[in-house]
T-cell receptor
Framework: DQQVKQNSPSLSVQEGRISILNCDYTNSMFDYFLWYKKYPAEGPTFLISISSIKDKNEDGRFTVFLNKSAKHLSLHIVPSQPGDSAVYFCAASDEDGGSQGNLIFGKGTKLSVKP | KAGVTQTPRYLIKTRGQQVTLSCSPISGHRSVSWYQQTPGQGLQFLFEYFSETQRNKGNFPGRFSGRQFSNSRSEMNVSTLELGDSALYLC?????????????FGPGTRLTVL
């Protein structure tokens, strides 16, 4: 049973527009969420996180929104740039002070930003 | 600071063989986690080591094992390789191994089993 789902395997966006990547989860005990970005031939890189006590966290062009009642989070990239083209993974944990081994990852969404 | 390094970057093995992958964490980091990435399954947690002790283990068969040395470097071993073990194996290091710590990933070892 997939506890963290990224239902869109791919997304294509025009440069300068907004990219919205979605992630749904089934475990209501999840209380800490992260987004990672992965370029080909490189390991994932941490992007942004959010705790369940917040509904929004912003870092430059990247904003993560959390809707606990819908068990849904989204990553907004504004404006999108060609360098943002990568695979994006969301991950969730049920204990922010717990082990990283408790992180459950989604399968990823490949974002392509067209010039 | 040097990043997480993994060796080798690519490996080709045949079924039934065994393989050892190596990971050197960022200096000062005591936690090393290993993940398997396949197209169909995304990132799946294998195990985590902290100060030479395995603290957590994912849902993988006993053919997958690992260890950590006193300098925090870690190795993982897969015995009796199966075709389904073909994947990208990633290691990640962090200072304490807790969720709120940033994990830094290495570039991975691409294992192909023929």
């Amino acid at each position: 049973d997939q506890q963290v789902k990224q239902n869109s395997p791919s997304l294509s966006v025009q440069e300068g527009r907004i990219s919205i990547l979605n992630c749904d989860y089934t475990n209501s005990m999840f209380d800490y969420f992260l987004w990672y970005k992965k370029y080909p031939a490189e390991g994932p890189t941490f992007l942004i996180s959010i705790s369940s006590i917040k509904d929004k966290n912003e870092d430059g062009r990247f904003t993560v929104f959390l809707n606990k009642s819908a068990k849904h989070l989204s990553l907004h990239i504004v404006p999108s740039q060609p360098g943002d083209s990568a695979v994006y993974f969301c991950a969730a944990s049920d204990e922010d002070g717990g082990s990283q081994g408790n992180l459950i990852f989604g399968k990823g969404t490949k974002l392509s930003v067209k010039p | 600071k040097a990043g997480v390094t993994q060796t080798p970057r690519y490996l080709i093995k045949t079924r039934g063989q065994q393989v050892t992958l190596s990971c050197s964490p960022i200096s000062g980091h005591r936690s090393v986690s290993w993940y398997q990435q396949t197209p169909g399954q995304g990132l799946q947690f294998l195990f985590e080591y902290f100060s030479e002790t395995q603290r957590n283990k994912g849902n993988f068969p006993g053919r997958f094992s690992g260890r950590q040395f006193s300098n925090s470097r870690s190795e993982m071993n897969v015995s009796t390789l199966e075709l389904g073990d073909s994947a990208l194996y990633l290691c990640a290091s962090s200072s304490r191994g807790v969720v709120v710590d940033t994990q830094y990933f290495g570039p991975g070892t691409r294992l192909t089993v023929l």
